[in-house]
């Protein structure tokens, strides 16, 4: 088992629809969650990061977390075709005997005009 | 504000050759990690490299280093080239506060990549 997993995709929504992205993690040690958004051939850029238990909104952005059922999502409010990327969880161990940053594969999402 | 950059911007090695790729931060950032992104695993962490030391280590075999300069450049050295390293290998540059990538609010600004292909 992967120890941050995402549906592959690709997800499609239609134009203005809202996206939810989903990602679990394995480690309950995990304290701090980041998406990063991926253009095809190009790097990913930060979204969003969330700490805490709950919802967290940036924009159109809508992070959550549930750690007690090991749980992030990225809601995408009025989707536009410019929102066609793969994002990428990340799960970051603070604390033992090395810090990780752990990405998870990429969900890829499609917005149909 | 100039973004990282990253050189060469492709590689073509062979089998058992070792290559080293550059990086430059952000300028103010001391941290920089290195990751490789392929289909099939996604992106995975290397390691972090902050004030010249290396602060933070992924699940990589020992072929996979670094260093970091004084002015926080770094560089990643593959040694004992094998097929399965062909990757895009991306490296990030952050402020580097404790815990380095792992922070809670660490943003990673990332470079355009270096597309190695060894044959």
């Known amino acids: 088992q992967k120890e941050v997993e995402q549906n592959s995709g690709p997800l499609s929504v239609p134009e203005g629809a809202i996206a939810s992205l989903n990602c679990t993690y394995s480690?309950?040690?995990?304290?701090?969650f980041f998406w990063y958004r991926q253009y095809s051939g190009k790097s990913p850029e930060l979204i969003m990061f969330?700490?805490?238990?709950g919802d967290k909104e940036d924009g159109r952005f809508t992070a959550q977390l549930n750690k007690a059922s090991q749980y992030v999502s990225l809601l995408i409010r009025d989707s536009q075709p410019s929102d066609s990327a793969t994002y990428l969880c990340?799960?970051?161990?603070?604390?033992?005997?090395?810090?990780?940053?752990?990405f998870g594969t990429g969900t890829l999402l499609a917005v149909q005009p | 504000k100039a973004g990282v950059t990253q050189t060469p911007r492709y590689l073509i090695k062979t089998r058992g050759q070792q290559v080293t790729l550059s990086c430059s931060p952000i300028?103010?950032?001391?941290?920089v990690s290195w990751y490789q992104q392929t289909p099939g695993q996604g992106l995975q962490f290397l390691f972090e490299?902050?004030?010249?030391?290396?602060?933070n280590k992924g699940n990589f075999p020992g072929r996979f280093s670094g260093r970091q300069f004084s002015n926080s450049r770094s560089e990643m050295n593959v040694s004992t080239l094998e097929l399965g390293d062909s990757a895009l290998y991306l490296c990030?540059?952050?402020?580097?506060?404790?815990?380095?990538?792992?922070?809670?609010?660490?943003?990673?600004?990332f470079g355009s990549g270096t597309q190695l292909s060894v044959l």
């Open positions: 990340a799960g970051a161990l603070y604390g033992g005997a090395t810090n990780k940053l752990i």
């Open positions: 969330i700490y805490s238990n």
């Open positions: 990030a540059s952050s402020l580097g506060g404790q815990g380095g990538v792992a922070a809670t609010n660490e943003k990673l600004f």
């Open positions: 490299y902050f004030s010249e030391t290396q602060r």
């Open positions: 480690d309950r040690g995990s304290q701090s």
């Open positions: 300028s103010g950032h001391r941290s």
